[in-house]
Structure formats: C-alpha cells, structure tokens
C-alpha cells in the first residue's frame, strides 16, 4: 500500500508557472505508474499526465501537452508536476494517484489503487 500526499499548489496568474509534488510513503514507489488528475468545481475528475515507473513511458491529455511534464524522482518516492504558461481553465484540484501496474501510462482513473487529497491550483488575474 501506499499513501501519497500533494504539495506545491496555489494562486497563479495566467501565463505563470507552478510545479506540484507527489510525495508518496511505502518502499516500492519505484514499481508504480503515477498520475495527476484534476477536478474543477461541478465537474468530473479528468486525466492530466501519467509517467510509468521508470519515467520512459508518460502520457499527457491533449489540453496540456507542450505546458505540462510530468516527472519522478524514484530516490525520493515523489512525482512531479511542471505546469507552464498556465490557463484559467487549469484552476481545480489537483490529485496524485498510483496505479500497481508499473508499466502503465493510463488515464482512466479507475486504473488507480490509491489517491492523494488533492492540492489546489487557482489562476487568476
């Protein structure tokens, strides 16, 4: 089992940058998939990045492609999320999860075993 806490979120204005960390307990971080999704007020979660566990495989939806990297530190048990030129539509929570398939890259959230509590993004001018 693992427990996974976020950081790193807050108020941003448009075109800023943010960068979130996962920091996640348990001694077999290193063979989980990770992802970071996102919930904005009155909406479903959705997909944002995936990285497999070795950092070769990641996966990104297309709202955040070319903004966002998604990438982990197996030494310290923490993934990363860079968030670039961001948007007001990128306000929402963002959580971690873990997927026990190492070698995955999915962005269903019913792949994911375990979640953090989220960290709030806001952008805003």
């Known amino acids: 089992q693992v427990q996974l806490v976020e950081s790193g979120g807050g108020l941003v204005q448009p075109g800023g940058s943010l960068r979130l960390s996962c920091a996640a307990s348990?001694?077999?971080?290193?063979?989980?998939?990770m992802g970071w999704f996102r919930q904005a007020p009155g909406l479903e979660r959705e997909f944002v990045a995936a990285?497999?566990?070795?950092?070769?495989?990641?996966r990104y939806a297309d709202s955040v492609k070319g903004r966002f990297t998604i990438s982990r530190d197996n030494a310290k048990n923490t993934v990363f999320l860079q968030m670039n030129s961001l948007k007001l539509e990128d306000t929402a929570v963002y959580y971690c999860a873990a997927d026990e398939n190492g070698g995955s890259v999915s962005s269903w959230t019913m792949t994911y075993e375990y979640w953090g509590q989220g960290t709030q993004v806001t952008v805003s001018s």
């Open positions: 990285i497999n566990w070795s950092g070769a495989r990641t």
């Open positions: 348990g001694r077999t971080f290193s063979s989980y998939s």
